[in-house]
Each structure stands twice: as structure tokens, then as C-alpha cells.
């Protein structure tokens, strides 16, 4: 589980729709599994490992390693805002309670979750994480010789890179 974050909270609110009242510990945890579980799914475990490495490092910014920068900034990033929306979605409009599942509306009291909606909220933003799942699948296969990471795999515990149809 990662405490680096490869987009800020502040770019996750300014392209999407999430309000600024939004607890942001509830953003941090949709970034985190978004991560962790998304992204790392399409990059493999050697390539994430390594991203978060060079930012954690500070090193990113190197002329040395500007693949690893354009492959953050133009293409992970952009997935990233949709998979973290994604799995922020549920902890945003619904809320696990003794009486069941909740939409909050600010005060005591709280409205039953109308369904129809929420699904159609959810698939909207799963169809723009696709696009951009896409774009960093197609990248990644033409550009591969740039990452060598992506087929250095050899334990059984590292994802290798996903590029089949996921969705």
C-alpha cells in the first residue's frame, strides 16, 4: 500500500466534479486504491514500484528519466483522475450505517440511496477511466523499449502488465 500519490488531490477536484466540502481523506484512500489497484494492473508491478520510486526521490524531474515524467504526467495522471473518482464514488454518496446504505445530506438526517442514479453516476465515470485505460495501454505497447521494466517481471508476487480488454 502506497503513501505516494502520483496526482494530487487538488487536480482530482479540479477535473472532476467533486466538491471542495469533500472529506479529504476519502480522496487520499480513492487515489491510494486507484494505485494500487488500477494502475499498477496496467503498468505491472516493476514499472509502479519504479514510478513511485523516482517520485518519491524527487528524481522524476531528471532529464535522465523525462520517459518516466511523460508517461506520469501525460498518460497516468490522466487515468488516475477517473479510477479515483471511481472508487471515491462509494464512500462520497453512500455512507454504511446500522439502517442500511445512505445518502448524507449534511445534517441528522440521511435519504435512501436511489439506485438508478448512483449506477448511472458510476458508469459514466468507469466509461472515461476505460478511455484513458486505453490510451495508456496503446502508449505503453508502442513505446515499450523506453520501460524495461515492463518485462522484468519474474516473481510470482510482481503484475505483470495488463493490456487486455478489461472493461
Known amino acids: 500500500m502506497t503513501t505516494t500519490f502520483l496526482i494530487s488531490e487538488a487536480k ?18 480513492g487515489i491510494r486504491e486507484a494505485q494500487d489497484i488500477e494502475l499498477q494492473r496496467l503498468l505491472g508491478t516493476l514499472l509502479y514500484d519504479k514510478l513511485i520510486s523516482l517520485v518519491d526521490s524527487n528524481d522524476i524531474n531528471e532529464a ?13 495522471q490522466d487515468f488516475l483522475i477517473y479510477a479515483a473518482y471511481y472508487y471515491i464514488l462509494d464512500s462520497i454518496y453512500l455512507r454504511s ?14 435519504d435512501s440511496v436511489d ?8 458508469q459514466s465515470v468507469k466509461g472515461k477511466m476505460e478511455y484513458y485505460a486505453e490510451g495508456l495501454k496503446d ?6 523499449q523506453l520501460y524495461p521494466e515492463l518485462t522484468q517481471n519474474t516473481k510470482l508476487y510482481q503484475n505483470s502488465p495488463d493490456y487486455t ?3
Open 12 to 29: 482530482l477536484r479540479e477535473y472532476t466534479d467533486i466538491d471542495n466540502n469533500v472529506d479529504t481523506a476519502l480522496l487520499k484512500n
Open 64 to 76: 535522465s528519466f523525462s520517459n518516466y515524467k511523460t508517461l506520469i504526467d501525460d498518460y497516468c
Open 97 to 110: 450505517r446500522n439502517n442500511g446504505m445512505l445518502i448524507p445530506n449534511g445534517g441528522e438526517n440521511s
Open 115 to 122: 439506485r438508478t442514479l448512483y449506477n448511472v453516476k458510476r
Open 139 to 144: 502508449y505503453l505497447i508502442e513505446e515499450e
Open 165 to 167: 480488454d478489461q472493461y
